[in-house]
Protein backbone atom coordinates (compact mmCIF):
# COMPACT_ATOMS: atom_id res chain seq x y z
CA UNK A 1 0.00 0.00 0.00
CA UNK A 2 1.22 3.19 -0.76
CA UNK A 3 0.02 6.87 0.72
CA UNK A 4 0.01 10.22 -0.32
CA UNK A 5 -1.30 13.50 1.54
CA UNK A 6 -2.60 16.29 -0.62
CA UNK A 7 -4.65 19.64 0.13
CA UNK A 8 -8.47 19.69 -0.93
CA UNK A 9 -9.97 22.32 -0.42
CA UNK A 10 -8.48 23.16 2.55
CA UNK A 11 -8.35 20.07 3.77
CA UNK A 12 -5.86 17.19 4.15
CA UNK A 13 -6.26 13.77 2.79
CA UNK A 14 -4.38 10.49 2.83
CA UNK A 15 -4.64 8.18 -0.98
CA UNK A 16 -4.99 5.23 0.39
CA UNK A 17 -3.80 2.34 -1.84
CA UNK A 18 -4.15 -1.52 -0.79
CA UNK A 19 -3.34 -3.81 -3.76
CA UNK A 20 -5.04 -2.98 -6.33
CA UNK A 21 -8.13 -0.77 -4.22
CA UNK A 22 -7.94 2.61 -3.14
CA UNK A 23 -9.38 5.03 -0.87
CA UNK A 24 -9.26 8.81 -0.11
CA UNK A 25 -9.51 9.07 3.30
CA UNK A 26 -9.62 13.11 5.38
CA UNK A 27 -6.73 13.60 7.92
CA UNK A 28 -7.71 15.67 10.65
CA UNK A 29 -4.73 17.39 12.65
CA UNK A 30 -5.39 17.85 16.32
CA UNK A 31 -4.19 17.68 19.83
CA UNK A 32 -4.25 14.14 20.82
CA UNK A 33 -1.18 12.32 21.05
CA UNK A 34 -2.09 9.41 19.14
CA UNK A 35 -2.66 8.50 15.56
CA UNK A 36 -6.79 7.51 15.37
CA UNK A 37 -7.94 5.95 12.57
CA UNK A 38 -11.46 5.70 12.08
CA UNK A 39 -14.31 3.81 9.67
CA UNK A 40 -17.31 5.75 9.95
CA UNK A 41 -21.03 4.45 9.70
CA UNK A 42 -20.75 5.58 5.77
CA UNK A 43 -17.67 3.71 4.79
CA UNK A 44 -15.91 7.06 5.04
CA UNK A 45 -12.16 6.95 6.33
CA UNK A 46 -10.75 9.47 9.00
CA UNK A 47 -7.74 9.89 9.92
CA UNK A 48 -6.58 11.55 13.46
CA UNK A 49 -2.99 12.55 13.81
CA UNK A 50 -1.08 15.35 15.90
CA UNK A 51 -0.45 18.55 14.89
CA UNK A 52 3.22 18.67 13.81
CA UNK A 53 3.71 14.91 13.18
CA UNK A 54 5.38 14.37 9.95
CA UNK A 55 3.20 13.54 6.60
CA UNK A 56 5.70 10.67 6.04
CA UNK A 57 5.18 9.26 9.57
CA UNK A 58 1.30 9.69 9.10
CA UNK A 59 1.76 7.82 5.81
CA UNK A 60 4.21 4.98 7.37
CA UNK A 61 1.42 4.13 10.07
CA UNK A 62 -1.67 4.60 8.19
CA UNK A 63 0.03 1.45 5.52
CA UNK A 64 0.42 -0.72 8.34
CA UNK A 65 -3.07 -0.36 8.88
CA UNK A 66 -4.02 -1.11 5.38
CA UNK A 67 -5.55 -4.46 5.92
CA UNK A 68 -7.55 -3.71 8.99
CA UNK A 69 -8.94 -0.29 7.25
CA UNK A 70 -10.38 -2.17 4.41
CA UNK A 71 -11.78 -4.82 6.23
CA UNK A 72 -13.78 -2.55 8.32
CA UNK A 73 -15.05 -1.10 4.99
CA UNK A 74 -16.29 -3.93 3.90
CA UNK A 75 -17.64 -4.78 6.89
CA UNK A 76 -19.79 -1.67 6.86
CA UNK A 77 -20.38 -2.01 3.57
CA UNK A 78 -22.21 -5.29 4.32
CA UNK A 79 -24.20 -4.72 6.76
CA UNK A 80 -27.87 -4.46 6.66
CA UNK A 81 -29.97 -1.43 5.48
CA UNK A 82 -30.52 1.60 8.02
CA UNK A 83 -33.84 1.54 9.94
CA UNK A 84 -36.06 4.13 7.87
CA UNK A 85 -36.51 7.23 9.88
CA UNK A 86 -39.12 7.15 13.19
CA UNK A 87 -42.81 8.61 12.69
CA UNK A 88 -43.44 8.47 15.71
CA UNK A 89 -47.30 7.08 15.13
CA UNK A 90 -49.36 4.26 16.18
CA UNK A 91 -48.43 0.96 15.56
CA UNK A 92 -44.59 1.74 14.66
CA UNK A 93 -41.61 -0.01 16.57
CA UNK A 94 -38.79 1.58 18.96
CA UNK A 95 -36.36 -0.12 20.56
CA UNK A 96 -35.71 0.25 24.04
CA UNK A 97 -33.33 -1.18 26.60
CA UNK A 98 -33.08 -3.88 23.75
CA UNK A 99 -36.41 -4.78 23.50
CA UNK A 100 -38.87 -3.98 20.77
CA UNK A 101 -42.16 -1.96 21.60
CA UNK A 102 -45.23 -1.00 19.26
CA UNK A 103 -46.45 2.28 19.80
CA UNK A 104 -49.62 3.42 20.79
CA UNK A 105 -50.73 6.90 21.04
CA UNK A 106 -53.38 7.81 23.33
CA UNK A 107 -54.97 11.32 24.45
CA UNK A 108 -54.58 12.65 27.78
CA UNK A 109 -53.88 15.74 29.03
CA UNK A 110 -51.34 14.09 31.31
CA UNK A 111 -48.67 13.54 29.51
CA UNK A 112 -46.00 10.42 29.54
CA UNK A 113 -44.95 7.13 28.81
CA UNK A 114 -46.29 3.69 30.13
CA UNK A 115 -44.32 1.00 29.03
CA UNK A 116 -46.86 -2.51 29.45
CA UNK A 117 -45.96 -5.79 28.57
CA UNK A 118 -44.76 -4.80 24.32
CA UNK A 119 -46.26 -1.98 24.11
CA UNK A 120 -45.22 1.91 24.93
CA UNK A 121 -48.19 3.70 25.62
CA UNK A 122 -47.38 7.21 24.57
CA UNK A 123 -50.17 10.06 25.98
CA UNK A 124 -50.48 13.33 24.38
CA UNK A 125 -52.90 16.57 24.02
CA UNK A 126 -52.96 15.86 20.76
CA UNK A 127 -52.66 12.12 19.02
CA UNK A 128 -51.25 13.35 15.83
CA UNK A 129 -48.76 15.80 17.11
CA UNK A 130 -45.45 14.07 16.28
CA UNK A 131 -42.90 16.56 17.25
CA UNK A 132 -44.69 16.24 20.87
CA UNK A 133 -44.99 12.46 20.65
CA UNK A 134 -40.69 12.30 19.53
CA UNK A 135 -40.02 14.84 22.42
CA UNK A 136 -41.82 12.89 24.95
CA UNK A 137 -40.14 9.79 24.16
CA UNK A 138 -37.11 11.50 23.95
CA UNK A 139 -36.95 12.75 27.67
CA UNK A 140 -37.97 9.28 28.68
CA UNK A 141 -34.59 8.06 26.94
CA UNK A 142 -32.39 10.64 28.29
CA UNK A 143 -33.63 10.21 32.31
CA UNK A 144 -33.37 6.06 31.67
CA UNK A 145 -29.66 6.44 29.75
CA UNK A 146 -28.41 8.78 33.05
CA UNK A 147 -29.35 6.29 35.19
CA UNK A 148 -28.82 2.46 33.60
CA UNK A 149 -25.30 4.26 32.15
CA UNK A 150 -24.56 5.02 35.26
CA UNK A 151 -25.22 1.47 36.93
CA UNK A 152 -23.36 0.42 33.88
CA UNK A 153 -20.18 2.38 34.11
CA UNK A 154 -20.61 1.04 38.12
CA UNK A 155 -20.31 -2.68 37.03
CA UNK A 156 -18.32 -2.37 34.19
CA UNK A 157 -15.32 -0.37 36.19
CA UNK A 158 -13.69 -2.85 38.37
CA UNK A 159 -11.12 -4.52 36.27
CA UNK A 160 -9.92 -0.89 34.91
CA UNK A 161 -10.01 0.63 38.61
CA UNK A 162 -7.46 -2.63 39.24
CA UNK A 163 -4.98 -1.29 36.82
CA UNK A 164 -5.25 2.38 38.80
CA UNK A 165 -7.71 3.94 36.84
CA UNK A 166 -9.95 6.70 38.40
CA UNK A 167 -13.47 6.40 38.09
CA UNK A 168 -14.58 8.81 35.28
CA UNK A 169 -16.64 12.02 35.08
CA UNK A 170 -19.72 10.38 32.88
CA UNK A 171 -21.60 12.34 30.47
CA UNK A 172 -24.40 11.50 28.53
CA UNK A 173 -25.45 13.69 25.49
CA UNK A 174 -26.58 13.05 21.58
CA UNK A 175 -23.43 12.15 19.35
CA UNK A 176 -24.37 12.05 15.27
CA UNK A 177 -21.81 9.53 14.36
CA UNK A 178 -20.30 7.42 17.63
CA UNK A 179 -21.17 5.71 20.55
CA UNK A 180 -19.03 6.87 22.82
CA UNK A 181 -15.95 8.53 23.29
CA UNK A 182 -13.24 8.60 26.28
CA UNK A 183 -11.46 12.44 26.73
CA UNK A 184 -8.11 13.18 27.80
CA UNK A 185 -9.80 14.70 30.83
CA UNK A 186 -11.30 11.48 31.78
CA UNK A 187 -14.28 11.69 31.11
CA UNK A 188 -16.59 8.83 29.41
CA UNK A 189 -19.37 10.49 27.12
CA UNK A 190 -21.95 7.98 25.95
CA UNK A 191 -24.23 8.36 23.07
CA UNK A 192 -27.82 9.18 24.87
CA UNK A 193 -29.50 6.95 22.11
CA UNK A 194 -27.72 4.08 22.86
CA UNK A 195 -30.10 3.53 25.42
CA UNK A 196 -31.94 1.29 22.83
CA UNK A 197 -29.51 -1.47 23.32
CA UNK A 198 -28.83 -4.16 25.73
CA UNK A 199 -26.92 -3.53 28.98
CA UNK A 200 -24.99 -6.28 27.42
CA UNK A 201 -24.43 -3.82 24.44
CA UNK A 202 -23.95 -1.07 26.50
CA UNK A 203 -21.08 -2.47 28.77
CA UNK A 204 -19.64 -3.21 25.66
CA UNK A 205 -18.99 0.60 24.56
CA UNK A 206 -17.89 1.33 27.89
CA UNK A 207 -15.37 -1.04 28.28
CA UNK A 208 -14.32 0.00 25.21
CA UNK A 209 -13.99 3.32 25.66
CA UNK A 210 -12.37 2.82 29.50
CA UNK A 211 -9.84 0.58 27.58
CA UNK A 212 -8.73 4.31 25.75
CA UNK A 213 -7.58 5.15 28.75
CA UNK A 214 -4.79 3.25 28.18
CA UNK A 215 -4.43 2.28 24.66
CA UNK A 216 -5.83 5.76 22.56
CA UNK A 217 -5.61 3.72 19.32
CA UNK A 218 -7.26 0.75 18.52
CA UNK A 219 -3.99 -1.08 17.72
CA UNK A 220 -2.70 -4.73 19.21
CA UNK A 221 -2.58 -3.53 22.98
CA UNK A 222 -5.80 -1.79 22.92
CA UNK A 223 -7.56 -5.25 21.56
CA UNK A 224 -5.34 -7.76 24.16
CA UNK A 225 -6.69 -5.93 26.66
CA UNK A 226 -10.26 -5.19 26.11
CA UNK A 227 -10.26 -8.90 24.85
CA UNK A 228 -9.19 -9.86 28.71
CA UNK A 229 -11.45 -7.96 30.41
CA UNK A 230 -14.35 -8.79 27.87
CA UNK A 231 -13.68 -11.69 25.60
CA UNK A 232 -16.56 -11.93 23.26
CA UNK A 233 -16.29 -8.32 22.47
CA UNK A 234 -16.50 -8.22 18.80
CA UNK A 235 -19.64 -10.41 19.09
CA UNK A 236 -20.95 -7.41 21.03
CA UNK A 237 -19.59 -5.25 19.08
CA UNK A 238 -21.37 -6.74 15.83
CA UNK A 239 -24.53 -7.20 17.87
CA UNK A 240 -24.67 -3.53 18.37
CA UNK A 241 -23.97 -2.34 15.02
CA UNK A 242 -26.90 -4.74 13.39
CA UNK A 243 -29.24 -3.93 16.33
CA UNK A 244 -28.61 0.17 15.93
CA UNK A 245 -28.37 0.41 12.29
Known sequence: MTGSLQAIANREQIEINWGNRLNLAELHRSQRRILRIEVQSSGEVVVFAPFGEPS???????????????????????????????????????LFLGRQYRLSIEKSENPQVRIEGTRMHVLVPHEDDQVY????????????????????????????????????????RRMSKRWGSYTRRGRIVLNVDLVRASPMLIDYVICHELTHAFHQDHGKEWRSLLSTIMPDWEDRKNSLEYLLR
Open 56 to 94: DKVRDRVKRRGAWIFREIDRVANRPSITPERRYISGETH
Open 133 to 172: CKRIIESLYAITARSVFSDRLDAMFPPFSRKGMGRPTLIV
